[in-house]
């Protein structure tokens, strides 16, 4: 079956430091790939998204994702982050992209705090 | 970017009685709209599609009759809990698709409270 696994349920991290979010999958198909951020009281926003090509993806604000066929990871990371980036993250399998838009499964969400 | 928008953001309800809960795209027409509901501490679920003019098509384990959808026109698709109960009470969140592969645009949730 299908499932997403993120690792960590919150991650704690300092202004300014590096940040790397787990996400792993399971999926017989070539996956379609997302990543999510969702602020206090707003709605999910997308960062970036993987279809094929290029196995580093770049997002919106400063993130990039690697996917790893070998290691069927998709991790987020940036190498700065900001207070402002304390949010909740959640990673994404897209099933059978080309028919319904909306099959994704969805992790449990890693949820980033950011000390001053 | 795109905008949807959801209502209401919470809503407190007795056992038996039903919710509205309006999904709206503001400046797109959207054909298609899809329903998530996500438990604590867990992930978000597709409960269903929601098309316009047509019958809503649901994921394998949700009730249509407790449940209702209706996609009454290109803006705007809502879900009914009828016959609320606390096992219903669960953060419901809606999302349309508009321009290319990937565009998926979410609403802000509803988080149901059921006494």
């Not at chain 1, 980036?85 to 705090?113: H, M, P, R, W």
């Not at chain 2, 604590?40 to 449940?67: I, R, W």
């Not at chain 2, 009454?72 to 969140?93: G, K, Q, R, W």
Request: hydrophobic share 35%; charged share 15%.
């Amino acid at each position: 079956a299908q499932s997403v696994t993120q690792p960590d349920i919150h991650i704690t991290v300092s202004e300014g430091a590096s940040l790397e979010l787990r996400c792993n999958y399971s999926y017989g198909a070539t996956p379609y790939l997302f990543w999510y951020v969702q602020s206090p009281g707003q709605g999910l926003q997308l960062l970036l998204k993987y279809f094929s090509g290029d196995t580093l993806v770049q997002g919106i604000k400063g993130f990039e994702a690697e996917f790893k066929r070998s290691q069927s990871s998709f991790n987020l990371r940036k190498p700065s982050v900001h207070w402002s980036d304390a949010a909740e993250y959640f990673c994404a399998v897209g099933l059978n992209y080309g028919g319904s838009q909306g099959n994704l499964i969805f992790g449990k969400g890693t949820k980033l705090s950011v000390k001053p | 970017g795109a905008v949807v928008s959801q209502h209401p953001s919470w809503v407190i309800c007795k056992s038996g009685t039903s919710v509205k809960i309006e999904c709206r795209s503001l400046d797109f027409q959207a054909t298609t709209m899809f329903w998530y509901r996500q438990f604590p501490k867990q992930s978000l679920m597709l409960m269903a599609t929601s098309n316009e003019g047509s019958k809503a098509t649901y994921e394998q384990g949700v009730e249509k009759d407790k449940f209702l959808i209706n996609h009454a026109s290109l803006t705007l698709s809502t879900l009914t809990v009828t016959s609320a109960h606390p096992e219903d009470s669960s953060f419901y969140i809606c999302s349309a698709p508009t321009g290319g592969a990937g565009k998926l645009f979410f609403g802000s949730g509803t988080q149901l409270s059921v006494l």
